[in-house]
């Protein structure tokens, strides 16, 4: 993720990255961990959210009117000990909650799309709800796909 952001601030982009243990970025904006008030004031002023598949940043992204990129975290990186984020990503983009790249190349074409469009105080807080409603729904949904069947039930182990 630090290289993609490192990337889209060589384009021109100004660039804000929170990239807590990982190595800081050499281009782009960034800090380890901030308060949730500062990370608001962020996404607030953000024309795109790239994140990974999180339901808490995919969710705050939402709540700002803004349709995040969604980056999964990948196991064979050692960036996550499975790979639940991919099957979770594919499960949001086909909700309509997130677009997913699945290269640095797909994060930059996604990113200069610019798809989200500002909303006023008042659609944001209409939207807050519905959205809260609808990733709790979506992710509900996507943990009893993934529940594992007693043995002999046919359980593949994949999405």
């Known amino acids: 993720?630090?290289?993609?952001?490192?990337?889209?601030?060589?384009?021109?982009?100004?660039?804000?990255?929170?990239?807590?243990?990982?190595?800081?970025?050499?281009?782009?904006n960034g800090f380890d961990f901030a308060p949730t008030q500062r990370l608001a004031e962020l996404f607030a002023a953000a024309d795109v959210i790239v994140t990974h598949a999180g339901p808490a940043t995919v969710l705050q992204a939402l709540e700002w009117g803004k349709l995040p990129i969604v980056f999964p975290r990948l196991s064979r990186f050692h960036e996550h000990v499975d790979d639940h984020q991919?099957?979770?990503?594919?499960?949001?983009?086909?909700?309509?909650?997130?677009?997913?790249?699945?290269?640095?190349?797909?994060?930059?074409?996604?990113?200069?799309e610019r798809t989200q469009v500002p909303v006023t105080v008042t659609e944001r807080i209409t939207r807050v709800a519905a959205n809260r409603a609808r990733l709790a729904a979506s992710l509900d949904a996507w943990l009893a796909g993934r529940r594992r069947p007693a043995l002999g039930d046919g359980y593949r182990g994949d999405d």
């Open 1 to 28: 993720m630090v290289a993609v952001a490192d990337a889209l601030a060589a384009e021109g982009h100004d660039v804000t990255i929170q990239y807590g243990y990982s190595t800081p970025p050499t281009v782009a």
């Open 86 to 112: 991919p099957s979770f990503a594919r499960h949001l983009q086909r909700q309509g909650l997130a677009r997913v790249a699945a290269t640095e190349a797909e994060v930059l074409a996604l990113a200069a």
